[in-house]
Structures are given as C-alpha cells and as structure tokens.
C-alpha cells in the first residue's frame, strides 16, 4: 500500500478512533490459548463442538441422481457461458462454475448464521495470545481423490500459492500473511502482520485447499484442462471444453460424515450445460435437458411458461425469499479513463437512466430500484447521517463530496415517459458544468474532444435493456454506444479494465470484512487486474473509511461503519445503481426433495436438495 498524505493519515487515525469507541464485544472476545471448533466475527456460535449436523440439511436424504442445471451465480475466474481452464483460481482464464466443490477448506461457514465457521479439514483452531497467529488442528483421515493424505504442508503451499499467484479474491485477502508453516503433518501456522483485518481469518480459512504434489507437477495457471487433484465431495468427471462439464460424487469420499457435510452433496452428479444465449438455455430447460434455472429474464417469468411440461405440472415456478446479505447490482463507470473522473459526467450518465419507463416495459412491473452498494440490507443508508456516522465521516469532509454529509444519495424517479426533459436538462446542465459543452449533436471539450461511452455487454437482453438509456444519453450529447462482445472477450476486458461502462452483480457477506470491501472499493485495488474494482476507485477517504469497518468493535459499530462507507460511495457516483429482486424466481422439473425451511444466509440448491426416485417416476424422469 502507498504511503498517505499526512492530512489523510491524520483522517484515518479519527475515523478508525471513533470506531474503536463504538461499545460491544470484538473478535478480541474469542478466547486465545485453546482449541476452538469454530469462529466468528462477534464470538457467538450456533453449533457447538458436538454438534450432529447443520439445521437447515436432510440428515437422511437420498443420494442419487442428476443434477442438469445453469449455475445463477459464480466466482473467482468463473464465466457460466464457457470455459477453456479448469483452474480456477488464477487471474486469467475462464473456468466452469462449481470447480470450487472439488475441494475442502480448513473451515466452512453455517448458512444460517451470519458469518460463523466450523472445521472441515481442520477439527480445530488455536488463537495465539496476541491474535496475529492462528494453528490448526487437521484430521489425519483427510484424504485427495487420488488416496494421498492432506497435510499441513499441503495448506502452507497452498496460503503462499494464492497470496503470490490466486486470483484478487484469494490474493487481495492474503496480502498480511507474512507466513504459512506445517509445524508437522496435521499442525498448520498462519502468521499474520498484525495489519490484517480481526475478521479476516474468516476468510482465510475457507479458500479451497490445493495439492503441493500437483501443482508441482503442473503449472498453476490458466492453460490446464486436465483435471486438478482436490479432496471435496466431487471430481471432474466428462466434460467438452466450452460446451458442458459433469462433477462425480467422490464414492469414498475422506469427509462424507464431518458434521458440515452431512445431510449435503446429495447427487450423485452434477452437470453444467454452457449456452451462449438465455433464448438457448431456456428451450433446453423446457426439453427437460436443464432440470433447474433461476429466471433473471422478467419477459420469459411473465409470459413463456406455458410450454406442456410446464401445464401438465411437470415443472414448477417457485419464489425462495433471497438472502440475508448485501447485495449490488450497478453499472461501473471507469474512472481510468479521464473524462469520467469528474463525478458530474458520472451522475449526467445517471440521469439518462429511465428506471420507471424500463421497469414497466422489459420487467413486466418486477424489480426495484436499487439506490445502495448494500441493498437488501441494514447496512443501506437512509436519511441523514447519524452523529456515529458524521463521527467517521467528519475527518474526511475536505476528501468526500458535500452530499455524504446529507441525506443519503438516491437516484430521482423519473416521469415514467422514457425522456424525462427534467432529468435530461439537469444531465445537460451537469455536462456544461464539467467542461462539456454542446456543439450539434455532440457535448465536447475544451479541444474539441467529444464525451463518449461505450456499454460494453455479453447478451443481447442488456442491448435491449440498455438501448433506452444509449438514446438518453445521446440526446444530451454524449457519443453513446453498446458492444456486444462474446463470453471469453467479456471475461478478458473486464479483468482488464477494459470498457467504458459495465454492469455486474455482486452479493457481500453477512458481515462484511475489510478484505471484502478492499476487493471493490480500495485504491490498493484499482490497478489489480481481476478485481472487483470496477470502476477504479482510487480515494484515500474510501480507504479511511473501509479501514473503519475493520476495525469495529460489534454489529452495531459495523453498521455504522458500514452506512457510512455507503453514503461516501452513494456522494461519489463511482457505481450508478440499477435495479433488484427481493425473491429467487426457480423454475425446476418436480423430481427434487428440499428441506422446509431455506437458510437466511446461502441457497445452494446443487449442495442442499436431493433427487426423489417417486417424483422423478411420476414425470418420467426417473
């Protein structure tokens, strides 16, 4: 990290001071000296050391079956339209959903608790007395597909691979591992700098953990198709480069009875079909060749299911509540290209967005508008600041833009009509204001330069979608346009900063942690190719203020961390938010079993639901 300014170092030292006088308990609240069977941010476990299995799991439920489905959501280097690497954690590359259920972490996480984690590799954790070093206690019975024992050695190659060479999700959280060290065969040491963020460990300890023996043997980048070697409840199985993929349930599986896992992994496969268009995937999904989707097409919910599987009851449209967590979709604007660094074109381009008109007429009435980074959640912003709040933001007012100190930001509703004069004035006067001045058709600047933006997408609904907003934004004289590019150039310009104007969607964590946010919003990040860091936020204040969330004391002192982090992010325009479901809309072939209740924090349908053979029977797909 460079070195800050004085005047910003001094705003750190305020911002993270009145978090650290915010009451509660902390993570300093977990107990040094003595082995745990679980973690978390706050100290609060559900589960205790005996526990049987998780809540939410069909202890007893079936195995068996195939699972045909399109992933809804993926990380790492991950691309659901194609896959050439079968790596998934290196920066460059695309590779299949799911690869990540080929492997075991040290601990995973209970989907119904807020951030609480539970030892799978690891029976155990001992915290060191001043909290920088953490040893884990591995199961000896831990084994690779291939039957070789998972070691401490294993873990330690592992830790120092991904903080090297992982991919920003893996490497961006390991920056303040000074060490990784098998103290012997089951006796794993992480050591931290003492700079690392309380809750960072929580992180840490559920990245997959690789084979020393094969990527010794094997490049740890993006050019391998061969299969890795991992130790989870699956294995690559068949598969077509960029067509289809199939993971088989491993019969001997080392872990199949560790508390965490039962009642989980219930098919016997899991396939993932790749289609280059949502028109594809939904007519091999009425065919029955996908079992499973999450419709994210408002137009296909409303008005295409009446195919005959579909009424004769073969197939069932369902609404599962969504998560628990904080979720973002919005459209980065790229601030490594000069003429969006000033916030006022950023929020002209906002402006051009008709939300009601596109709400009305391509989502059939469904979504909202989204207004924070942290929708769905405690941390949104609302109203003005409260003094907690204006403690942290006040050190940073001559950094932050005058409406962090106000009401939160929102984006104004518009007439409805899809050419709002209003707002289109005020997005011109915005333009005018920023140097940009209308000549004919076009806003130009002092050399004669015209302003342009270019929407760079990988599916024809967002050219439809987008259309509106491009003939908004030229109206006001911005060169407007949209490129539509195929999966694998998406995947390569987007980890490459490479567009002017981009959407995506990203879930957070229940609890947020500093590596978390770092990954979207911290300078340290906007030059590291793979990030989350859209836009390329490069602010010494977001820092100071991602920094505050770090170091909050309990729930209440994170989310005012948190809001006021949100309101900083709202007041720059960095994200232009779009829109959100408050429900999963699953669509599925009635052959499945799931448990009643869905968790609050995870709804991972390929790892929670089961085959049923009578179901299955009736339909005919037995």
Known sequence: MAALPRRDFLALGGAAAAAALLPGRAFAAIPTGVKLHGLSAFGDLKYPADFKHFDYVNPDAPTGGTFNFSPPNWGYNQNPLTFNTLNSFTPKGDAPPRMEMCFDALMVRALDEPDAVYGQLADGVTISQDRNSFEFSMRPQARFHDGAPVTAEDAAFTFKLYKEKGHPDLSVTLMHLQDAVALDRHTLRLSFSGKQSARTILNVVQFPILSKAFYTANPFDSSQLNPPLGSGTYKVGRSSAGAWIEYERVADYWGRDLPVN???NNFERLRVEFYQDRTAGFEAFKKGEIVYREEFTSRVWATAYDFPAFTAGKVVKHEFPTEKLPSMQATAVNQRREHFRDARVRQAIGLCFDFEWTRRNFFYGSYERSQSCFEKSEFRAEGLPSPAELALLEPLRDQLPAEAFGEAVTQPASDGSGRDRKKLGAAAKLLNEAGWKRTGDFAVNGKGERLSAEFLVDDD??????????????????????????????????????????????????????????????????????????PGIASPAIDVLIDAVGAAKDREGLTVAMRALDRALRA?????????????????????????????????VETLWWFDKDKATKIGKA
């Open 262 to 264: 039962r009642g989980q």
């Open 461 to 534: 609904v967002f050219v439809q979608v987008f259309s509106p907003w491009v003939a908004n934004m030229k109206a006001v004289g911005i060169d407007a346009t949209i490129r539509l590019v195929d999966s694998a150039q998406y995947q390569l310009r987007q980890a490459t900063f490479d567009f002017d104007l981009i959407t995506a969607a990203f879930n957070f964590n229940a609890t947020p942690t500093r590596d978390d946010l770092e990954i979207f919003f911290h300078s340290r990040t906007a030059t590291v190719s793979g990030s989350r860091n859209l």
């Open 572 to 604: 720059r325009r960095d994200w232009i938010p779009s829109w959100f479901l408050a429900n999963h809309r699953a669509a599925y072939w009635d052959m499945f079993g799931f448990p009643a209740q869905k968790p609050d924090y995870g709804f991972p």
